[in-house]
C-alpha cells in the first residue's frame, strides 16, 4: 500500500474483478463509468472515470468534485451529498417513463 | 498441499452451527481423515474453559479463543489470532513450506455472517486470508426446532456455502425430510450432506416437491416481512460491469435486507463466482470452465422487503436496456 494515497488498500474492489488483462481493465472502467454516469444524472450528480488517476470522479452539477476509490464509495458518496441512498428499488427505477 | 495459491493469500474455512450440533466431531473426523490437509485450527468458545482444543490434536497447529464470542465479544480476539499467523507466515523464507489453510471452528452462538465481516473489513486480513466456504453443521435430531425458535439458527443456515447434517442414524426418514425442505427453503444455493460422528453418509436427493413446514415468524423479522429465496436470471444483454454496479448500489442501499447473494457469472477473465452476506463480498474467484454450465448466470437472493420480479426490472433499468415494462407482445 502507497503510504501517500492509501491505494490500494485491498486488493482489487469487488465489482472490478473479472477483468485480467489491463486492456479488459481499461475497458471495463470506461463501459462501468459511463453507465454509472446514466444512472447518476437524474439526481444532478456526473460520474467521470478517465482512466489515468485511479477512482472514479464525482461531481455535482454546482461543480463541487470528489474523487472516491470505488463503487461501494460512490454510493456512500451520493448519499452524502443527496441526504438519501440511491435505492435501485426505489419506484422511480421500476416504472418506464 | 505444498504449492502456494496462485494470489499468496491463504485459505479459510469458517465452521459454523448451532451449539451442541456437532461441530468438533466432525472436525476432528475431517482432520483425521486429511480433508484439510496441513492446517491451522482456531478453535472458538464462547465459555472460559475449552474442551474442544484438546479433541482436535490432529491438526498442524491450534489455536483457542475461550471466553468470548469471536462475532462479538470476542471479535478482536480473533482479528489478533489472525494477524498473528499472517505474520508467521510471512517470516517464513519462500522455499520454506508455508501455512496454506486455516479452519475456523466458531462457538455455537456465532453468526458466521458477522465473522467473515469482520475479517473483511480489516485492512491487513484481507490481503493475507480469502474466505473460501462457510460450512455450517445441523443438528438433524433439533435442528428444526431451533429453525422454528432461534433467529441466531436461521441466520446461520443463511450464511452457509456447505450445509452438513449431523447425527442422521438418530432420525427417522420422514423428519429428515421436513428438516432438509426448511434448509432447502431458507438457503437454495447451499448443497446438503450428511455424516455421522463426522464420517460422511450417503443422503439421497431431496424431492423437489418436498414441502417444508411454515417456520414462524420471528421478532427480529417481523415488521419486513420473512426471509425468502429468489433467482434472478441475468441474460446476456446485461454484462458484469453493469451488474456489478447495480449490486453495490443494491448492497448499498440494501445491505441488511439481502442475506445472501450467491451465483456465477460469466465474464471477460471466466466464470466468476460471487457472493455475499449481507453488506460485505467476499473477493469474487475466478472458476475453472465446467462441462455442466446451464446454472451459470443464475444468482440467488435470499432476503426481505422487496418484490422479486422488481430485481429483474430494476436491473435492466441500471444497465441501460429496455426493461420490457410497457411492452406489448
Redesign the interface.
Known amino acids: 500500500m502507497c503510504n501517500a494515497c492509501g491505494n490500494p ?4 474492489h ?2 472490478e ?5 489491463p486492456g ?1 481493465r481499461l475497458r ?1 472502467r470506461f ?2 463509468a459511463g ?2 454516469d ?2 447518476l444524472r437524474p439526481y444532478g450528480l456526473t460520474a467521470h472515470d478517465g482512466g489515468v488517476v485511479p477512482g472514479i470522479q464525482l461531481s455535482t452539477l454546482s461543480g463541487n468534485q470528489s474523487i472516491v476509490p470505488d ?2 464509495a ?3 458518496e451520493a ?1 452524502r451529498l443527496l441526504g438519501r ?5 426505489d419506484p422511480v ?4 417513463d | 498441499m505444498t504449492t502456494d495459491f496462485a ?1 499468496g ?1 491463504m485459505r479459510l474455512t469458517v465452521l459454523g452451527g448451532y451449539l451442541g450440533s456437532g461441530k468438533t466431531t466432525w472436525l476432528r473426523h475431517q482432520l483425521h481423515v486429511g480433508r484439510f490437509g496441513p492446517v491451522h485450527v482456531i478453535v472458538n468458545e464462547a465459555a472460559e474453559t475449552g474442551v474442544d482444543d484438546v479433541l482436535l490434536a490432529a491438526a498442524s497447529g491450534l489455536t483457542l479463543l475461550a471466553g468470548g464470542c469471536s462475532c462479538c465479544t470476542g471479535r478482536q480476539d480473533l482479528i489478533d489470532a489472525l494477524r498473528g499467523l499472517c505474520d508467521q507466515r510471512s517470516r517464513k523464507a519462500s522455499d520454506e513450506q508455508r501455512l496454506q489453510r486455516i479452519v475456523l471452528e466458531t462457538s455455537g452462538l456465532a453468526d458466521p455472517g458477522a465473522i467473515v465481516a469482520a475479517i473483511q473489513g480489516d ?1 491487513v486480513l ?2 493475507h486470508i480469502v474466505i473460501e466456504q462457510t460450512i455450517v453443521v445441523v443438528d438433524a435430531l433439533h435442528g428444526l426446532a431451533q429453525l422454528q425458535t432461534e433467529p441466531l439458527g436461521r441466520r446461520q443456515i443463511g450464511a452457509a456455502d456447505q450445509v452438513i447434517l449431523s447425527k442422521v442414524d438418530a432420525v427417522d426418514p420422514a423428519s429428515l425430510t421436513l428438516l432438509r425442505a426448511t434448509l432447502r427453503a431458507l438457503n437454495p444455493s447451499a448443497p446438503q450432506s450428511a455424516a455421522v460422528l463426522g464420517a460422511a453418509q450417503p443422503l439421497l436427493d431431496l424431492a423437489p416437491d418436498a414441502q417444508a413446514p411454515a417456520l414462524p415468524p420471528l421478532s427480529d423479522d417481523d415488521t419486513r416481512g420473512a426471509i425468502f429465496p429468489t433467482r434472478l436470471k441475468i441474460d446476456e444483454s446485461i ?4 451488474f ?11 445491505g441488511n435486507d439481502l442475506v445472501r447473494v450467491k451465483g456465477v ?1 460469466p ?4 466464470r ?1 463466482l ?1 457472493q455475499t452476506v449481507r453488506k460485505v ?4 474467484e ?1 472458476l475453472p470452465a465446467q462441462e455442466n454450465q446451464s446454472e451459470d448466470g443464475t444468482i440467488v437472493f435470499i432476503g426481505r422487503g ?1 418484490r422479486p420480479e ?2 429483474q ?3 435492466r ?4 436496456r429496455p ?1 420490457g ?2 411492452q406489448k407482445t
Open positions: 488498500a485491498v486488493p482489487g469487488w465489482t474483478a473479472g477483468a485480467d488483462t479488459d471495463a463501459h462501468r453507465l454509472l446514466k444512472v463503487l461501494s460512490v454510493w456512500a448519499e441512498p440511491i435505492d435501485p428499488l427505477f421500476l416504472h418506464d | 494470489d493469500r485492512p484481507v490481503n454484462d458484469w460491469s453493469a456489478a454496479l447495480w449490486l453495490s448500489a443494491l448492497l448499498h442501499a440494501r457469472l465474464t471477460p477473465a471466466g466468476l460471487l463480498v467476499q473477493s469474487p475466478i422487496f422488481d430485481l426490472t430494476s436491473l433499468r441500471f444497465a441501460g426493461t415494462l410497457g
